[in-house]
């Protein structure tokens, strides 16, 4: 089993930024590979990017590539989500997840991770 817990989410303006973390325990984290995912109110879960268990990897969605970045500290067992240009569209809850990684794989489909956490929101005003 792999525990996650987010933290970092909150309230800011159009154009400001954010940086979520999500701290993970109860497996060798080095052997996970992990995402990012959102879901904003009345609509699906959707991907936001993904990072590979080596940290040689990351892959982005189209509307984050170039305002998002994703990246991890195997030693402090967390990954991070840092958002600058935050966009009212960017309103969500966000979670982290994980799954056992391969490489320098990432993994975009919310199949196939096999632990989540519980989310923290993020609210962008315009």
């Known amino acids: 089993q792999v525990q996650l817990v987010e933290s970092g989410g909150g309230l800011v303006q159009a154009g400001g930024s954010l940086r979520l973390s999500c701290a993970a325990s109860?497996?060798?984290?080095?052997?996970?590979?992990m995402g990012w995912f959102r879901q904003a109110p009345g609509k699906e879960r959707e991907f936001v990017g993904a990072?590979?268990?080596?940290?040689?990897?990351?892959y982005y969605r189209d509307s984050v590539k170039g305002r998002f970045t994703i990246s991890r500290d195997n030693a402090k067992n967390t990954v991070y989500l840092q958002m600058n240009s935050l966009k009212p569209e960017d309103t969500a809850v966000y979670s982290c997840?994980?799954?056992?990684?391969?490489?320098?794989?990432?993994?975009?489909?919310?199949?196939?991770?096999?632990?989540w956490g519980q989310g923290t929101q993020v609210t962008v005003s315009s």
């Open positions: 990072i590979s268990r080596s940290n040689g990897n990351t």
């Open positions: 109860g497996r060798p984290f080095s052997n996970y590979a």
């Open positions: 997840a994980a799954t056992m990684g391969y490489g320098d794989s990432v993994y975009s489909q919310r199949y196939q991770y096999d632990y």
